[in-house]
T-cell receptor, first 112, second 112 residues
Framework: QKEVEQDPGPLSVPEGAIVSLNCTYS??????FMWYRQYSRKGPELLMY????GNKEDGRFTAQVDKSSKYISLFIRDSQPSDSATYLC????????????FGAGTQVVVTP | DSGVTQTPKHLITATGQRVTLRCSPR?????VYWYQQSLDQGLQFLIQ???????AKGNILERFSAQQFPDLHSELNLSSLELGDSALYFC???????????FGPGTRLTVL
């Protein structure tokens, strides 16, 4: 079993809809949680990071962490075609050297 | 632009050859991470350096090696290349440990 599970999609939504992405993880020792966006095999771009349970909002993006359920989510409001990309969750904190475990990535397609 | 630079952008070589990939971290970042991303494997952590010293190893083959120099740039050396080594290779950097990682644009390696 992988330490981080993420549905690879593709997830297709109409423009303006809410995109809902999630990851589950198995190790309760994970302490910090990130979401990256990757366009067509370019370098992953950091979108959100959080260290605690609860919600964190940044513009159209909301990251949600539920440590008790080992479940993290990313919501994208008012989705745009430019949001079409692969979204990777990354989780870390089980060692002292910053190693991250990445999900497989979910491909999102926002159609006009 | 994340501030992390990688050279070359593309590399085409033959099986059995050796190549060197270079990474310059963001100004002030002490930690450098190397990742491999192939179509069927997702983003795989290879190795991490902090201020010149190796700190963590992931799924790195014995044919691969890396180092971080006093000016903090890093090089990933891949030898006895095989067709299966064709992939995107990303470098990421962070200020400290643990900390958010910022990715470079990647080097696309094609082994023929």
């Amino acid at each position: 079993q992988k330490e981080v599970e993420q549905d690879p999609g593709p997830l297709s939504v109409p423009e303006g809809a809410i995109v809902s992405l999630n990851c589950t993880y198995s190790n309760s020792a994970f302490q910090y949680f990130m979401w990256y966006r990757q366009y067509s095999r370019k370098g992953p771009e950091l979108l959100m990071y959080t260290y605690s349970s609860g919600n964190k909002e940044d513009g159209r993006f909301t990251a949600q962490v539920d440590k008790s359920s080992k479940y993290i989510s990313l919501f994208i409001r008012d989705s745009q075609p430019s949001d079409s990309a692969t979204y990777l969750c990354a989780i870390g904190g089980t060692d002292s050297w910053g190693k991250l475990q990445f999900g497989a990535g979910t491909q999102v397609v926002v159609t006009p | 632009d994340s501030g992390v630079t990688q050279t070359p952008k593309h590399l085409i070589t033959a099986t059995g050859q050796r190549v060197t990939l270079r990474c310059s971290p963001r100004s002030g970042d002490l930690s450098v991470y190397w990742y491999q991303q192939s179509l069927d494997q997702g983003l795989q952590f290879l190795i991490q350096y902090y201020n010149g010293e190796e700190r963590a190893k992931g799924n790195i083959l014995e044919r691969f090696s890396a180092q971080q120099f006093p000016d903090l740039h890093s090089e990933l050396n891949l030898s006895s290349l095989e067709l299966g080594d064709s992939a995107l290779y990303f470098c990421a950097s962070s200020v400290g440990i643990p900390d958010t990682q910022y990715f470079g644009p990647g080097t696309r390696l094609t082994v023929l």
